[in-house]
């Protein structure tokens, strides 16, 4: 059961560059999140899309952007890296319409840093 | 709106010793309580959860009872192990969005 899965597991990058967080899940979950950890801190939501076609900023979305062309997918993109986005990244994913309230399943994380 | 509050931490248990970890919380609606852990270096895992009131969610020793009441959901173990050590978080379910409290370490000595 691979779940849900995020690459790369680490990154460093440049003030400036740009990279995608990979997420894929294979639970046929509907719904799906990118939230970022900070030290310390707990999980602040910067995207989520319910659907396939359909996204909605959370808390913190300046700086990213996502799309979901595919159920299984949830690509995470950050165009100009500044430091201030040095963070651990998590995708999680739930299924709906399947009768109450189901929790999220959760990546391993994507540990990025900015320099 | 809806946020959740979590005991500050650290909190450092000998093994054996008796838990607890508060949380309370500020929703409209009638929302699904959770808490998960997050061992180092890993994602968040769910080790339990609660969908209505007077609902106990309990899963490898750890317990909690969603009290309207008092809007609290705090987690309980009767005697942590040292492989209990992680960082504990209690989330709420409130429409398309999931609201975590900021975590609560736990550290636990033989």
């Known amino acids: 059961n691979a779940g849900v899965t995020q690459t790369p597991k680490f990154r460093i990058l440049k003030i400036g560059q740009s990279m995608t967080l990979q997420c894929t899940q294979d639970?046929?979950?509907?719904?799906m999140y990118w939230y970022r950890q900070d030290p310390g801190m707990g999980l602040k939501l910067i995207y989520y899309s319910v659907g396939a076609g359909i996204t909605d900023k959370g808390e913190v979305p300046n700086g990213y952007n996502v799309s979901r062309s595919t159920t299984e997918d949830f690509p995470l993109r950050l165009e100009l890296a500044a430091p201030s986005q040095t963070s651990v990244y998590f995708c999680?994913?739930?299924?709906?319409?399947?009768?109450?309230?189901?929790?999220?399943?959760f990546g391993d994380g994507t540990r990025l840093s900015i320099l | 709106g809806n946020s959740v509050t979590q005991m500050e931490g650290p909190v450092t248990l000998s093994e054996e010793a008796f838990l607890t970890i508060n949380c309370t919380y500020t929703?409209?609606?009638?929302?699904?309580l959770f808490w998960y852990v997050q061992y180092p270096g890993e994602g968040l895992q769910l080790l339990l959860k609660a969908t209505k009131a007077d609902d106990k969610g309990s899963n490898k020793g750890f317990e909690a009872t969603y009290r309207k009441e008092t809007t609290s959901f705090h987690l309980e173990k009767g005697s942590v192990q040292v492989s209990d050590s992680a960082v504990y978080f209690c989330?709420?379910?409130?429409?398309?969005?999931?609201?975590f409290g900021t975590g609560t370490s736990l550290t636990v000595i033989p």
């Open positions: 929703a409209t609606g009638y929302p699904s």
């Open positions: 639970m046929n979950h509907n719904y």
């Open positions: 999680a994913s739930v299924g709906r319409g399947q009768g109450g309230n189901q929790p999220q399943h």
């Open positions: 989330a709420l379910n409130a429409g398309n969005q999931f609201y």
